[in-house]
């Protein structure tokens, strides 16, 4: 027991630490100027790339591990850190430091009577704690952002990928440090011990914001134990609609990238919805397409009145498989898809395939997600293809940021009020 309760000490005092020297080295990186901090970005983006062996050596420990752990090929093609995921790393932190840095814009501004100038104006969040699961590049995707938009982070990744992230996390720390930044701005808990997220949670004198990326059991502890303010990176139950009036050759096209593109990831598509007009020839075509892919479907009772496929139950239509499976359901209205997408759905990625200028633009209003879609795969919910660089992750939130979390989701706002002399009376 004492050597249990010596242990416990010792986490607890590392974890505050880690804590302590990030608010130290937020107060710094407040004021640091846009030059220094794209200087950095870049030299890190450059680091990145020249490290790349030493980054897929770590990368390979971690991928052998999963597949003695039996990670599903999903969860193992999630967790690699191929080629072509190091260059886009790099090349997502060279667009944030083309992009507008976000601390000190006027968001808002206007002359009181008094004469007094009043002014909004976006300011740093100050620490933020992320809390992630599997993908390594969130290790240098969220550092980079919360280096431009002037926050310390703390990073909490996965114990699958524990060793990719203390190499990205080296090569990122050391970069940043040679081009001037704060040596603690980027910050990794380097333990697999689970009770260091607990201890994470409590440190609210020096953490301002949660932001968790991960599956639902990570997400109800973090938000039953966590002291600190959550913006929560919920599942991806996305859908799209093939509406009566859709073009079956471009919502065959759509459907089978939605699903088969990259499986094991939050915005691709999890169940498929069709009009029961277009069932009949649509679904014969576009379920031959993603057995191709070996795609395992489940339909309703009508889709297996079409197409073979095992009967879908309750479970299947709120499942987050981030595999080659889906739900397949015929409704007989756009109210009824809707209406399905906004009770089942994740409030995630949407899309309705149609020509019908009216019922897209119904479906663009009516349906609760953060993003929605006409004729365009669920895939690219994605902070780089928004242009807005890497991301933090996609919120589902509705208070202070939705959708993809990036630049101006990690700033908050602040009056600043310049007078004279002026005096209420």
Request: hydrophobic share 45%; aromatic share 4%; glycine share 6%.
């Amino acid at each position: 027991m004492a050597t249990l309760e010596s242990a416990t000490a010792s986490l607890q005092k590392e974890v505050e630490s880690i804590g302590k020297q990030a608010r130290a080295a937020s107060n710094a990186l407040r004021s640091m100027s846009p030059s220094v901090k794209n200087s950095a970005l870049r030299s890190i983006a450059a680091a990145l790339k020249s490290n790349r062996n030493d980054l897929q050596k770590a990368n390979a420990k971690d991928l052998e591990a999963g597949r003695k752990n039996q990670l599903t090929s999903a969860m193992l093609d999630r967790l690699e850190l191929t080629d072509a995921r190091i260059d886009a790393m790099a090349e997502g932190l060279e667009q944030v430091a083309a992009l507008q840095d976000p601390v000190g814009d006027i968001v808002h501004q206007m002359i009181h009577a008094n004469g007094m100038r009043i002014a909004q104006i976006r300011q740093p969040l100050g620490v933020v704690g992320i809390i992630y699961e599997s993908r390594p590049n969130v290790t240098a995707d969220a550092a980079g952002l919360c280096l431009k938009s002037g926050n310390a982070c703390v990073l909490r990744g996965g114990s699958e990928a524990i060793h990719s992230n203390i190499a990205i996390a080296n090569v990122f720390v050391d970069a940043a440090v040679s081009a001037g930044i704060p040596e603690h701005a980027v910050q990794v808990i380097a333990t697999t011990d689970r009770a260091a997220v607990g201890e994470m949670l409590k440190l609210d004198r020096y953490i301002d914001v949660i932001v968790p990326r991960g599956g639902k059991g990570l997400i109800a502890r973090i938000y039953d134990e966590s002291r600190i303010p959550v913006i929560a990176h919920l599942d991806g139950v996305c859908h799209t609609y093939v509406h009566s009036d859709a073009d079956a050759e471009m919502a065959e096209a759509i459907c089978v990238n939605a699903k088969l593109q990259r499986p094991g990831v939050c915005n691709a598509m999890e169940t498929m919805l069709v009009h029961v007009d277009a069932a009949k020839t649509f679904l014969p075509a576009v379920a031959d397409a993603l057995r191709k892919g070996d795609c395992e479907l489940r339909g309703c009772e009508r889709s297996q009145a079409i197409i073979d496929c095992a009967l879908a139950t309750d479970e299947d239509w709120t499942a987050e498989y981030l595999e080659k499976i889906l739900a397949i359901k015929i409704v007989d209205s756009l109210k009824e898809a809707i209406a399905h997408i906004n009770e089942y759905g994740s409030h995630h990625s949407d899309c309705i395939v149609t020509e019908n200028y009216a019922a897209a633009e119904r479906f663009l209003d009516e349906v609760d997600s953060a993003t929605v879609y006409v004729n365009a795969s669920t895939r690219f919910t994605d902070g780089f293809q928004f242009g807005l660089g890497a991301e933090i992750g996609i919120s589902t939130n509705k208070l202070h940021c939705r959708g993809p979390m990036a630049l101006e989701g990690l700033t908050s706002l602040k009056y600043v009020i310049r007078g004279s002399g002026q005096i209420l009376e």
